[in-house]
T-cell receptor
């Protein structure tokens, strides 16, 4: 009965490849997020969608493109992967933009 | 600009010791404040939150935090830590008007058994 789920859990790929990470929430929330957590555990917001509309787009390279087909899903596509993209990517959701965020289990991306 | 500062990056305690993790924020408006915990290899989960009312907030697993508006602080406390409290702790500031919750850099707590 997972609230926020992400797939895949692990992703190992070569530089230059394109990959996608999927996120789904079954909490009925209207806001979803993508965060990047580096090796020092620093958590950085990348994108946020509210009711399928992009409301936060931090200074993230254009190679990263989020897509929200509906309120329950927020996917992240990454083109031309680079070594520096290696990190754990967390999806999260909340009701409104200022309330508790519920995080997914994370996707550990390793770019070789 | 809004910001969250966590003073201690690494804290090492023995079991049964008392814990206080500092968190200061910078924002002049109404705030929502959170503490999240990330156990090793897991995702972040909410420990406690403050929106309004009693500035002393109690959370799960015996944690509490006190909102002191005059000091722009929201410190996390626990009177007696356990080995299972070993984790990364994040303070976060919401309701900044920019639709963005701002997370602190985190404090890594290691509790020696």
């Amino acid at each position: 009965d997972t609230a926020v789920s992400q797939t895949p859990k692990y992703l190992v790929t070569q530089m230059g490849n394109d990959k996608s990470i999927k996120c789904e929430q079954n909490l009925g929330h209207d806001t979803m997020y993508w965060y990047k957590q580096d090796s020092k555990k620093f958590l950085k917001i990348m994108f946020s969608y509210n009711n399928k509309e992009l409301i936060i787009n931090e200074t993230v390279p254009n190679r990263f493109s989020p897509k929200s087909p509906d309120k329950a899903h927020l996917n992240l596509h990454i083109n031309s992967l680079e070594l520096g993209d290696s990190a754990v990517y967390f999806c999260a959701s909340s009701q409104g933009t200022a309330d508790t965020q519920y995080f997914g289990p994370g996707t550990r991306l390793t770019v070789l | 600009a809004q910001s969250v500062s966590q003073h201690n990056h690494h804290v090492i305690l023995s079991e049964a010791a008392s814990l206080e993790l500092g968190c200061n924020y910078s924002y002049g408006g109404t705030v929502n404040l959170f503490w999240y915990v990330q156990y090793p290899g897991q995702h972040l989960q909410l420990l406690l939150k403050y929106f309004s009312g009693d500035p002393l907030v109690k959370g799960i697993k015996g944690f509490e935090a006190e909102f002191i508006k005059s000091k722009f602080s929201f410190n996390l406390r626990k009177p007696s830590v356990q080995w299972s409290d070993t984790a990364e702790y994040f303070c976060a500031l919401g309701n900044t008007g920019g639709f963005k919750t701002i997370f602190g850099a985190g404090t890594r707590l290691f509790v020696k058994a």
